[in-house]
């Protein structure tokens, strides 16, 4: 017969009366440090969040995504053409990252388990993961910027790409090993090559998780501002077909208006920033929606 929990609990009381009375107010105030801080920290965030959204909707109007960016001491205006370079920006940073994260990622899972080449891609990717975005700005910027000749669109799509690959790179693989072998062994049972395994095995297994790791490195990337600086720079004007040139875009403008003794300026500094933090959150919502869909399978 199962005890209940009157008899669980009274079993643990005499073992914990045998703890000493040292330990014992060592750990009530390890949990009364740990509540304080917590809600330390909670309080702090919430502080942000509220002040984000008084501020935030303060400043927003059908203006801000229509009109674009106001010239110094103008009045009106809006951050239009900033949230299009954004997301023009992310968008060719998504499209080169993906398909090297993936594939490398599946390289890690599917081929290179145990090799030395395998150790050497994840000891880098780690360090890629770890490295402050400015660097990788400013490599890009020797790379691509002073080759060219001034700043451009390509520059920043190749400078976000950089920090996007190795979150895709960690989820891919993460996601593929937690594939079953059996699944693997069934297909090369039926004489499939590896390659056939692969993408339509373990890819389809596992594609919820490897969605879930490109949102996340989309999420990672949209509010990225010090890569930008370097590379796509930023301007008033709508961005030119070719890239070439600064292109606007929504993380710098919200640097330099926020920055910027116009009161029209940080009103759309403040309505940039919360326009970026919600669609940061959403993807995030959507990428912990799609995991915990992988979970469950």
């Known amino acids: 017969m199962d005890a209940t929990p009157h008899q669980v609990s009274a079993a643990a009381a005499p073992a914990w009366g045998r703890v000493r009375r040292s330990r014992q107010t060592a750990d009530r105030a390890l949990k009364v440090i740990s509540t304080v801080f917590t809600l330390?920290?909670?309080?702090?965030?919430?502080?942000?969040?509220?002040?984000?959204?008084?501020?935030?909707?303060?400043?927003?109007s059908l203006a801000v995504f229509t009109e674009t960016t106001p010239g110094p001491g103008t009045e009106g205006g809006g951050i239009a053409n900033a949230i299009v370079g954004s997301l023009v920006l992310t968008f060719l940073g998504i499209v080169v990252a993906t398909p090297i994260g993936v594939l490398a990622g599946t390289y890690?899972?599917?081929?290179?388990?145990?090799?030395?080449?395998?150790?050497?891609?994840?000891?880098?990717?780690?360090?890629?993961?770890?490295?402050?975005?400015i660097l990788i700005g400013l490599f890009v910027y020797t790379?691509?910027?002073?080759?060219?000749?001034?700043?451009?669109?390509?520059?920043?799509?190749?400078?976000?790409a950089i920090?996007?690959?190795?979150?895709i790179v960690r989820t891919t693989e993460d996601m593929l090993r937690i594939?079953?072998?059996?699944?693997?062994?069934?297909?090369?049972?039926?004489?499939?090559?590896?390659?056939?395994?692969?993408?339509?095995?373990?890819?389809?297994a596992a594609r919820s998780g490897m969605v879930?790791?490109?949102l996340l490195a989309t999420a990672r990337i949209a509010g990225e501002t010090a890569p930008l600086l370097f590379t796509a720079l930023n301007n008033n004007f709508w961005f030119s077909p070719d890239l070439m040139g600064g292109v606007?875009?929504?993380?710098?403008?919200?640097?330099?208006?926020?920055?910027?003794?116009?009161?029209n300026?940080?009103?759309?500094?403040?309505?940039?920033?919360?326009?970026?933090?919600?669609?940061?959150l959403a993807l995030s919502v959507v990428a912990r929606l799609l995991f915990r869909k992988e979970q469950a399978r």
């Open 163 to 167: 920090i996007a690959i190795p979150v």
């Open 265 to 280: 300026w940080r009103e759309l500094a403040w309505a940039g920033a919360l326009i970026i933090t919600v669609s940061i």
């Open 143 to 160: 790379l691509m910027v002073q080759p060219m000749g001034g700043y451009s669109g390509w520059a920043g799509g190749v400078a976000l």
């Open 179 to 204: 594939v079953p072998g059996s699944l693997r062994e069934a297909g090369a049972a039926l004489g499939a090559p590896m390659s056939k395994v692969i993408i339509q095995i373990s890819w389809r």
């Open 108 to 133: 890690l899972a599917e081929y290179g388990r145990g090799s030395k080449l395998a150790s050497v891609i994840r000891f880098v990717n780690d360090i890629l993961l770890a490295a402050p975005s």
């Open 212 to 214: 879930t790791g490109i």
């Open 40 to 60: 330390l920290g909670i309080a702090v965030l919430g502080w942000i969040l509220v002040m984000l959204i008084v501020e935030g909707t303060r400043g927003l």
């Open 248 to 263: 606007s875009n929504l993380p710098v403008t919200i640097y330099q208006f926020a920055l910027a003794p116009y009161e």
